[in-house]
């Protein structure tokens, strides 16, 4: 569980520094809080952010529960590919939105895993106990 845990703070950093671009962006670009547009780089750093806030409701409690009830070493590895995908979504998402793909994949593909993974374990260890 140490790795999850390293994880997850490492998640809740990079959610940290979002939210500071988007503060640097908003005096780079002028656009006083508590304006949400006026320029579209700093539009870009506050989806950025936003959207990451988005995933991380559903992302930190599947890597919880995949680690303790599936596997804490796979939850920390899929974690480390949503952390990496993060970031190749904010840096490609700030440059050009239309190329967020990749980013995006790479962050939301590890949550389905995981969400399957706790799904097949809940219903296996609902069979079993029943079967018992």
Known sequence: MPFVAIVTVVALLQFFWLALQVGFARTRYGVAAPATSGN???????????????????????????????????????????????????????RDPKSRSLGFGLSIFPVLIMLIGIGVWAIRAILMGAAG
């Open 40 to 94: 579209e780089i700093f539009e870009r750093h506050f989806r950025v952010h936003m959207n990451t806030q988005e995933l991380l409701v559903m992302f930190l409690p599947t890597l919880w529960i995949f680690a303790a009830y599936v596997s804490p070493l796979w939850a920390a590895a899929l974690g480390v590919v949503f952390v990496l995908g993060r970031a190749i979504y904010a840096i490609s998402y700030v």
